[in-house]
């Protein structure tokens, strides 16, 4: 077996959780201060699960508080000069998974608003939800010229590499290597760089990359998977020599 045939059943192994750690770590950052996806946080304040495949139409007859949620989505509809309307509208389509009217809905808000931040990183969160991840690039990248410090923005612009098709692992390094220049501590960044060195199969660049982890949370549960897989590399480098 050829070096990259061994690190591609490296990498096969690594999938699962590599999609898990990246995508916890982006909704964990972009939603801090709000209710999880799943459990949209209503004008009243309830979370209340919602059939993710809902629409205007097939909310209708929901009981409330599922209410509160048309009479905000109506209002941005009525109100399409009031840019904090669109922008709730727009949170409460993506928080059960409906990112095209999501990103509709920013996009009036950006006719309001032309250069605000927030709607500008949000067309980025919601597009690398929907796995536009070539879109996401491009409004990530908008908002990075106005904020070039903001380490959450550009870790999740590399992440746009890493997850595209054909994915670029160099390109997705480099934005997470920009973002630990502004945050050498930032944990996020640390991790999803050792899983792509990992991946481009840089054992040394990995072990680096898993000893700042180390420092930085010595409880970070993804130490567990990644140091023995990088053991495997090593492994598997050396066999191929």
Do not use: C
Request: aromatic content about 8%; charged content about 25%; cysteine-free.
């Amino acid at each position: 077996m050829t070096k990259e045939n061994l690190l591609f059943a490296i990498i096969g192994v690594l999938l699962g959780f590599i999609i898990g750690f990246f995508f916890a770590n982006t909704i964990n950052q972009r939603y801090a201060q709000q209710a999880p996806l799943a459990a949209p946080m209503m004008a009243s304040g309830t979370n209340v699960p919602v059939d993710q495949h809902a629409t205007d139409a097939n909310l209708s007859g929901a009981p409330n508080p599922m209410g509160d949620v048309l009479a905000a989505i109506q209002k941005a509809r009525n109100e399409p000069e009031n840019f904090e309307a669109q922008m709730e509208a727009a949170e409460l389509y993506a928080q059960i998974k409906r990112y095209d009217q999501a990103i509709e809905f920013v996009q009036r808000a950006r006719k309001v608003r032309p250069d605000d931040y927030k709607a500008l990183v949000r067309l980025g969160d919601f597009n690398f939800d929907k796995g536009s991840y070539e879109e996401a690039e491009k409004w990530y990248g908008e908002a990075l010229k106005r904020n070039p410090d903001d380490v959450n923005v550009r870790t999740d612009l590399g992440l746009t590499f890493f997850f595209r098709t054909p994915p670029d692992i160099d390109r997705a390094i480099a934005e997470f290597r920009r973002s630990l220049e502004r945050d050498p501590r930032h944990e996020p960044t640390l991790q999803n760089l050792a899983v792509a060195l990992l991946r481009k199969g840089d054992p040394e660049g990995a072990q680096k990359a898993l000893a700042q982890l180390e420092q930085v949370n010595p409880q970070n549960p993804a130490l567990q998977r990644l140091k023995p897989e990088l053991e495997r590399l090593r492994s598997s480098a050396q066999g191929a020599r």
